[in-house]
Nanobody, 129 residues
Framework: QVQLVESGGGLVQAGGSLRLSCAASGRTSSSYFMGWFRQAPGKEREFVAAITWSGSRIYYADSVKGRFTISRDNPRNTVVYLQMNSLKPEDTAVYYC?????????????????????WGQGTQVTVSS
């Protein structure tokens, strides 16, 4: 079992920044990727970014590339961050972190919510115009 707790969400004006954190505990040694996803009301959950537990590979959705940065702490690798800059109203959503033990590294595989085994409870991000 892996437990994930997100924090750092809130209300921010367009153009502002937020940093989300995801703290992992439990059997994290079996985890390979940690991903961030988001879900806006009435929409499907969508991929935002992912990082391997070693930090060697990073993936971003096109919609956030150049604005968001995913990283993890050193050396324990138990906290993963999502730095979000130049926020837009369309970034408003509940943001979730998730982990998977699957090592498939194609973008399609990494971005697929169904491959992730454990999910956090989510943190709300609201960007006002």
């Amino acid at each position: 079992q892996v437990q994930l707790v997100e924090s750092g969400g809130g209300l921010v004006q367009a153009g502002g920044s937020l940093r989300l954190s995801c703290a992992a505990s439990g059997r994290t040694s079996s985890s390979y990727f940690m991903g961030w996803f988001r879900q806006a009301p009435g929409k499907e959950r969508e991929f935002v970014a992912a990082i391997t537990w070693s930090g060697s590979r990073i993936y971003y959705a096109d919609s956030v590339k150049g604005r968001f940065t995913i990283s993890r702490d050193n050396p324990r690798n138990t906290v993963v961050y999502l730095q979000m800059n130049s926020l837009k109203p369309e970034d408003t959503a509940v943001y979730y972190c998730a982990v998977t033990s699957s090592s498939g590294s194609s973008y399609y595989a990494v971005a697929r919510p169904s491959r992730y085994d454990y999910w956090g409870q989510g943190t709300q991000v609201t960007v006002s115009s």
